[in-house]
C-alpha cells in the first residue's frame, strides 16, 4: 500500500513537468484580443463579400440593415468579436464595422478606454464630446477626421467611456 502511494506521489509530481507546465484543471482559456485596423478587425476585412466570410464562419445570420438604406444588410461577428458587419447594396460587401467588445486597435484603445487614453494616442484625432454632436448624445473620436475617418471611437453618453469601435465610421439610421 505504501508503494502504491509513493508512486502516486511520484506520478503527481513528474506528470505536470512532462506536459509541459500545463495545468490541465483550467478549462477556461483566456479569451483573444482581436487587432482593429482601418483594414478591418482580425479576419474580417472591409470590402470582404457576405460569402466569404460565411464560408470561414466569421459571421452570423444576414438580415436586413437600416430601413433608411434599402438594401443594406448586417450581420453579428463570431467570437472572439462581438459587434456587426454591415454589407453594402448590391454587392454584398463589408462597408463598415461595429466593434461592441472582443477587439481593440494595436495601441491598445478598445471598450471601456477613456477618451483622454484614446486621444493620447491618437493625438491628430477629432473630438466630439457627448452632447456636442447633434443629434446624437454620444461622443465621437474620429481618427483622421470626421470627414474621412479611418477609425471611429463612439464614446457613450452615460459612462464617458468608449463602447464601439468603427471602421471606418458608425452606422448611423436615426
Same mark, same amino acid.
Given at each position: 500500500?505504501?508503494?502504491?502511494?509513493?508512486?502516486?506521489?511520484?506520478?503527481?509530481?513528474?506528470?505536470?513537468?512532462?506536459?509541459?507546465?500545463?495545468?490541465?484543471?483550467?478549462?477556461?482559456?483566456?479569451?483573444?484580443?482581436?487587432?482593429?485596423?482601418?483594414? #478591418?478587425? #482580425?479576419?474580417?476585412?472591409?470590402?470582404?463579400?457576405?460569402?466569404?466570410?460565411?464560408?470561414?464562419?466569421?459571421?452570423?445570420?444576414?438580415?436586413?440593415?437600416?430601413?433608411?438604406?434599402?438594401? =443594406?444588410?448586417?450581420?453579428?461577428?463570431?467570437?472572439?468579436?462581438?459587434?456587426?458587419?454591415?454589407?453594402?447594396?448590391?454587392?454584398?460587401?463589408?462597408?463598415?464595422?461595429?466593434?461592441?467588445? #472582443?477587439?481593440?486597435?494595436?495601441?491598445?484603445?478598445?471598450?471601456?478606454?477613456?477618451?483622454?487614453?484614446?486621444? =493620447?494616442?491618437?493625438?491628430?484625432?477629432?473630438?466630439?464630446?457627448? #452632447?456636442?454632436?447633434?443629434?446624437?448624445?454620444?461622443?465621437?473620436?474620429?481618427?483622421?477626421?470626421? =470627414?474621412?475617418?479611418?477609425?471611429?471611437?463612439?464614446?457613450?453618453?452615460?459612462?464617458?467611456?468608449?463602447? =464601439?469601435?468603427?471602421?471606418?465610421?458608425?452606422?448611423?439610421?436615426?
Amino acid at each position: 500500500m505504501r508503494r502504491v502511494f509513493v508512486l502516486l506521489v511520484i506520478a503527481a509530481a513528474v506528470l505536470p513537468a512532462v506536459a509541459g507546465g500545463k495545468d490541465f484543471t483550467s478549462s477556461s482559456e483566456p479569451l483573444r484580443t482581436v487587432v482593429v485596423s482601418p483594414r #478591418g478587425a #482580425g479576419a474580417v476585412h472591409l470590402r470582404d463579400t457576405v460569402r466569404s466570410l460565411h464560408h470561414r464562419h466569421l459571421i452570423g445570420r444576414l438580415r436586413p440593415g437600416c430601413e433608411l438604406d434599402p438594401g =443594406q444588410r448586417v450581420a453579428r461577428l463570431r467570437s472572439p468579436l462581438k459587434g456587426f458587419a454591415i454589407f453594402s447594396h448590391p454587392d454584398n460587401r463589408v462597408r463598415s464595422l461595429a466593434i461592441e467588445g #472582443g477587439g481593440e486597435t494595436a495601441k491598445g484603445v478598445g471598450i471601456g478606454t477613456s477618451p483622454s487614453e484614446a486621444r =493620447q494616442l491618437y493625438p491628430n484625432a477629432e473630438y466630439d464630446p457627448p #452632447g456636442t454632436a447633434g443629434p446624437f448624445e454620444d461622443g465621437f473620436i474620429w481618427v483622421n477626421n470626421n =470627414q474621412s475617418p479611418k477609425l471611429t471611437f463612439v464614446v457613450d453618453a452615460d459612462t464617458r467611456v468608449i463602447s =464601439q469601435v468603427d471602421v471606418p465610421f458608425p452606422n448611423f439610421c436615426e
